[in-house]
């Protein structure tokens, strides 16, 4: 193990080598087209475009001797603008043109119209309790307005459901006889 261990490091260094001489060639260094040119071998911080400042012999040919740089003016608009944020005068947002979405407003209108009809419902029954002749006509509205109402409406799908599986439930012995009238043929 302790070949393996030293000739990977002597491996390590002789690459480590070799890429500081190519980068100082100019050239790409060995883990460039592995990790990425950013990546360097020694500790020497370096541009990745540290080789690029030079020339190449071929570009003398294209160079014009009289070529003359033309100096550029500074464009200074005439009029320019003074931002001062102190003088803006809205400190607070206003909500005055903002739009309730048609869609959350019929929600709400919704909503209100049946606690409305929930309150007028339940009004109404109260003095219907009230105007019974006697106590006794009163508790029995009151029971069977517990079980059925007048109003329909007010009870969803699934309360109506719930109610005729599990309200109106007979016992076993109960639904046996049913069961058994039900199959009877009498004709």
């Not at 050239?27 to 541009?47: C, H, L, Q, W």
């Not at 464009?75 to 603008?81: C, D, G, L």
């Not at 007028?120 to 029954?125: A, D, G, L, V």
């Not at 799908?157 to 076993?172: A, G, M, N, S, Y």
Request: aromatic share 12%; charged share 35%.
């Amino acid at each position: 193990m302790d070949q393996a261990a030293e000739r990977k490091t002597l491996i390590q260094e002789k690459r480590k080598q070799m890429g500081d001489k190519r980068m100082t060639l100019g050239m790409k260094s060995f883990y460039a087209s592995v990790m990425g040119s950013i990546f360097r071998t020694s500790d020497e911080p370096r541009n990745s475009f540290s080789t690029m400042h030079k020339r190449h012999k071929k570009d003398a040919e294209y160079i014009h001797p009289d070529y003359r740089e033309v100096a550029t003016e500074d464009y200074v608009p005439t009029y320019q603008t003074v931002f001062d944020d102190d003088r803006d005068p809205v400190r607070e947002p206003t909500f005055a043109k903002h739009r309730i979405p048609l869609q959350i407003r019929c929600l709400e209108r919704y909503s209100d119209s049946k606690r409305a009809y929930a309150h007028q419902f339940k009004r109404e029954i109260q003095l219907l309790i009230d105007n019974q002749s006697t106590a006794e006509d009163a508790w029995q509205f009151v029971r069977t307005m517990a079980y059925t109402t007048l109003w329909p409406p007010l009870h969803t799908r699934k309360e109506l459901k719930i109610f005729e599986k599990d309200f109106c439930k007979l016992t076993p012995a109960e639904q046996n006889r049913y069961d058994k009238i039900m199959a009877t043929n009498f004709i």
